[in-house]
């Protein structure tokens, strides 16, 4: 018999690898607390669609449907596909619904073993001869709950789900204190596309943050109460969002996403002569960098608005924090139906609404949408049971773009990449 391979979620990641474990002979067990696939497809904002060109975002042995001729797809396309690739390769049986991980054990070594270890699995090899994973699992719909035990483990719960990002305010100055409703980014794409339009009509709207959720929902806030209710977006920091993948005619990828730019940036554990050659290029690093900030800048009219971020583009995506800009967006910034306004410290509440540090008069408001982000990482800690794999598994709160190790307490970090 192979060797069993647990692997967390059901979304396209969770499903790429239950394809290539059965490829390599393994047996997998795909554990999805939801009762369908798809991952964070399956409940999304009306107006989301696709933020990569459909060809980037593909299966290499699975191709778009040629019905699919949109460049960036919406929600139902994206779903739709992701369930044809696993009725396609029949992975639909290796996958156990409304299942949830509860926590993840590895027996076999003591903790000061596993903290002196060096390499993957003590040994460099994926599969350990000293131990197994075990895994408690709980049926969402009996509440029973059962265990299993596994040789290898792939997390693909991916990081913008299930643990929303709450920004904390001091005593008596929190939602608490509001007369209004606040709800989280997560709770709106909840809604039935009717039910949310329903539940913003008529009300004066503030939205938090800059990101993709907040400048979708900011747009249907938009669309369903025009100049009568204007949507508020309060933002902390100004970010380089596109209008589209082409600037100044160029292919982005053509300038981020190659084997070719990948000797432009600085890696973990990269050796001399890549440090040296990403040092030397630097000069081609700036350039890519400001050729597509003046087209953003210009297209967008971004100075007009005062919304030039400070930082590069290149720090923008080497964070992984490009999104695109909803069509129209700024012509509603114009029209009035959409109103910008920065805080650039904190912000609390009160009775009214909202208080902006620094200023006197409240920014009053009856909803309050939090659009602040996920927290991915503590949702990767808290599914571990042992301190030492939650030391692991999540990087530096500093770093650019969050890193952790393989589990098993491989020393080097490696880079993750949701499907």
Request: contains cysteine.
């Amino acid at each position: 018999m192979g060797k069993k391979v647990a692997i967390i979620g059901a979304g396209a990641s969770g499903l790429l690898a239950c394809k290539y474990t059965l490829s390599k002979g393994f047996q997998p067990i795909v554990f999805e607390s939801a009762s369908t696939i798809g991952g964070v497809w399956t409940k999304t904002i009306e107006t989301t669609k696709l933020q990569t060109p459909r060809e980037v975002y593909q299966f290499s042995d699975f191709p778009w449907p040629s019905s699919v001729t949109e460049d960036f797809p919406n929600q139902h396309q994206v779903l739709d596909y992701i369930k044809s690739y696993a009725h396609h390769f029949d992975l639909l049986k290796h996958i156990k619904f409304n299942t949830e991980v509860c926590g993840i054990e590895y027996e076999g070594s003591s903790e000061d073993e596993m903290q002196a270890r060096s390499l993957w699995g003590g040994s460099g090899e994926p599969f350990s001869s000293k131990g197994k994973w075990k895994f408690v699992v709980e049926d969402k719909q009996s509440l029973s709950t059962e265990i299993y035990v596994v040789d290898f483990v792939i997390l693909c719960i991916g990081r913008f789900s299930d643990v929303p990002n709450i920004p904390e305010f001091p005593s008596n100055k929190g939602p608490e204190v509001f007369d209004g409703e606040v709800i989280h980014s997560m709770d709106y794409a909840a809604m039935d596309y009717d039910s949310a339009r329903r539940f913003v009509r008529g009300k004066q709207v503030t939205v938090v943050g800059f990101q993709k959720s907040a400048l979708d929902i900011a747009m249907e806030c938009s669309n369903t109460n025009g100049l009568e209710h204007p949507c508020r977006v309060l933002y902390k920091t100004e970010h380089w969002n596109v209008p589209d993948y082409l600037p100044w005619g160029v292919p982005l990828a053509c300038l981020y996403l190659n084997r070719f730019s990948e000797l432009l940036v600085h890696k973990p554990g990269e050796g001399i002569l890549l440090s040296l050659l990403a040092t030397i290029l630097s000069p081609l690093r700036w350039a890519f960098s400001k050729f597509v900030e003046s087209y953003i800048t210009k297209k967008l009219g971004l100075a007009k608005y005062g919304m030039v971020p400070k930082h590069s583009f290149l720090q923008e995506i080497s964070s992984c924090l490009i999104s695109t800009v909803p069509e129209k967006f700024y012509d509603r910034v114009q029209e009035g139906s959409i109103i910008l306004k920065k805080s650039p410290s904190s912000f609390s509440f009160c009775q009214e609404g909202i208080l902006v540090e620094g200023e006197s008069s409240p920014v009053k408001t009856d909803l309050v949408i939090l659009a602040t982000g996920y927290r991915g990482d503590k949702k990767l800690k808290d599914i571990f049971v042992s301190p030492t794999f939650q030391d692991y598994i999540a990087g530096s709160p500093n770093a650019t773009l969050p890193l952790y190790r393989p589990l098993q307490g491989m020393n080097n970090p490696c880079r993750r990449v949701d499907g």
